[in-house]
């Protein structure tokens, strides 16, 4: 392939490298010590200097069915040359609809609409506010409260990081969304260290709702947003029946239940979403990442039927939810999630995850016993190796193991003292054990 090889003509100095403001990264550490990727393909990325890194995280969980598949670059590329840009408001074109049924036709139970968006982060702000313009239209007006989790990640809107519970995400931006309360999170290390899969205790936890609607009352709580399975945080795997306790709670209160999707959906555990894999409905669901492969940026919501037609007769202006984004269904983006579909289809790779994961739970549980290592976890194709973290200096020890592994080329996630790992779904098994094996040895060196 020819898509690495053409782009290498740029000599990373520090001139060329300041202006470009990186998101959630050191900008100091990296512009003095740059790592610039130029080409991928399947399981690999191309660094500047010519090696190969193999992808243990899917890019940044989005890549799901490994990098530059030529269905959805022809799918693309076939797209612009016939039409670049179609407004969103008051006007359409065939792919949106297509993405929609064919998206709606592989969702659980009736969730059976979807709007679209351009991000994970804007998916979170528009389901919140969906949830709280639903209960209105229903003449529930006063349901504006929120209830997000402590150490949750929903983006970085000012919804998402308001109900998020991820401290340095919040603690800089001011006061932030009034009327939200936080679910305490389910990690007890002390408990369940170690634990393949879901821990067994832990399930009273979804209790602590009981005791957030006893404050607020129900009467005033529009909806509960979580991660199926918090991985933005360092993975943190929900207890045995926790979710299904959330769901309870939620119905005996009229409380709408939001599953944030954006990492678990598309095949991440094996099923098309979390609310397949663990059996329980949301009314909602927000998604992005693995909707396009990464490919273009796109994000959902999956809204319950109930929901949408509750917004349909109500009985108001010509325009029945006062929101949306320019790039709402961009037709880029929706012939990368057709072809994406089609792939994901076609080479079965749900089904292939959920077939690797007892090799990759092995896998990543083997890391047990190497230096300073006080938990794994896992579930589906997900995995997190956490770290004793070096006294008064948080988060030194897993980014040292990550750059190390980095140089022994395997790409990995960084977050706080953890390592987190989600490879492509066309991962295979040897790729599985470079993937753990150039972990283990990283941490022999660097931890
Ligand atoms: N919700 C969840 C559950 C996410 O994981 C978002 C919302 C926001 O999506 P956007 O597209 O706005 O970034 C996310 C994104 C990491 C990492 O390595 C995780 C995300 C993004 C970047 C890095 O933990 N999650
Ligand atoms: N800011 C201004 C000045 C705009 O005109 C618009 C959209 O028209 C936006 C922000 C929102 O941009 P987007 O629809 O891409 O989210």
């Known amino acids: ?119 994970g982060s804007e998916a979170v702000d528009t389901a919140l506010k969906i949830a709280i313009a639903y209960h209105r239209a229903r003449g529930d007006g006063t349901r504006q409260r929120l209830i997000g989790r402590e150490r949750g990640y929903h983006g970085v809107g000012f919804g998402g990081i308001s109900v998020g519970g991820i401290a340095p995400n919040r603690k800089f931006f001011g006061a932030l969304l009034t009327g939200v309360d936080h679910l305490p999170h389910t990690l007890d290390i002390k408990a369940n260290a170690f634990t393949k899969g879901q821990p067994a205790s832990g399930a009273n936890l979804a209790d602590d709702l009981e005791r957030i609607v006893a404050l607020h009352d129900a009467s005033n709580i529009a909806a509960v947003i979580v991660e199926p399975v918090a991985c933005s945080t360092g993975v ?64 959902a919501v999956f809204a319950r039927k109930g929901i949408y037609d509750t917004f349909m007769q109500h009985p108001q202006g010509p325009i029945e939810l006062f929101h949306g984004y320019t790039y709402s269904g961009h037709p880029l983006a929706c012939a990368a999630g057709l072809a994406t579909l089609d792939l994901y289809k076609e080479e079965g790779l749900f089904e292939r995850a959920k077939e ?4 990759w739970q092995d896998a990543v549980h083997s890391l047990k016993g190497a230096r300073n290592v006080i938990d794994i976890r896992d579930l589906g194709l997900i995995g997190a190796v956490e770290f004793e973290p070096r006294p008064g200096k948080p988060t030194e020890r897993a980014f040292d193991v990550f750059l190390q592994t980095y140089e022994k080329g395997v790409l990995t996630r960084v977050s706080g003292d953890i390592i987190a790992l989600s490879p492509p779904l066309i991962v295979s098994k040897a790729q599985i054990d470079q993937i753990v094996g150039t972990l283990g040895d990283a941490i022999k060196q660097a931890a």
């Open 356 to 359: 690797l994961t007892p090799y």
């Open 236 to 299: 943190i795997v929900p207890p045995q029946g926790y979710l299904q306790r959330l769901r309870q709670i939620c119905d005996k209160h009229g409380i709408l239940l939001i599953f944030d999707e954006v990492i678990t959906g598309f095949g991440r555990l094996g099923a098309n979403f979390a609310a397949d894999y663990f059996g329980v409905l949301p009314d909602l669901i927000t998604t992005a990442k693995g909707i396009t492969n990464g490919t273009v940026p796109m994000g």
């Open 1 to 119: 392939m020819s898509n690495t090889a053409e782009i290498v003509d740029f000599e990373p100095s520090p001139n060329n490298l300041e202006a470009f403001w990186m998101p959630f990264t050191n900008n100091r550490q990296f512009k003095s010590k740059p790592r610039l990727l130029v080409g991928a393909k399947d399981m690999h990325y191309t660094a500047i200097d010519g090696r190969k890194i193999l992808d243990g995280t899917a890019g940044l969980w989005c890549v799901n069915a490994g990098h530059c598949r030529e269905k959805i670059v022809e799918a693309v590329r076939a797209q612009v040359g016939r039409m670049d840009y179609a407004p969103a408001f008051q006007m359409g074109h065939p792919a949106a609809f297509q993405l929609a049924s064919r998206l709606a036709a592989m969702l659980p139970g009736d969730l059976d609409h979807v709007f679209f968006t351009n991000s």
